[in-house]
């Protein structure tokens, strides 16, 4: 990591920024939404050891994506089919379907899971007036 990026926490006026290693060593959840204070969404980076396997689990009301950033995941779904995700995959599971995420690499899966209910704010973003094209 070069010495002008993010190491730790760090929070201003309307925003946090940080990284991962600053959230905790060793394998299991990286607690993102708690460190960052995201409070629109579930967030967390999940660091997991070569060749395990997380719990089956489903949700209530929450649908899940996943995205891969460093490793190889199977993802194990309730309908019995199995999906290799590598470093840049994504999936997205509703919130009553059963899954399961296994290590099958040599390394550390590192994968960040984002969950969330009643969906996407349409056209929220605006430009500054100093941004946009006459």
Sequence with gaps: MAEDEAHDVVTGDGYAVGNIDALGGGGGFRKVRRALGVTALGINV?????RVAGRRHYHDTQEETYFVHRGHAELELGDGSVHRLGPGGVARIDPETVRRIR???DGELVYVAVGGKDGYVEND?????SEETG
């Excluded at 973003?125 to 007036?129: E, F, T, V």
Aim: hydrophobic share 55%; glycine share 16%.
């Design 46 to 50: 999940i660091v997991m050891p070569a």
């Design 103 to 105: 290590n099958v690499g």
């Design 125 to 129: 973003g605006h430009l500054l007036p």
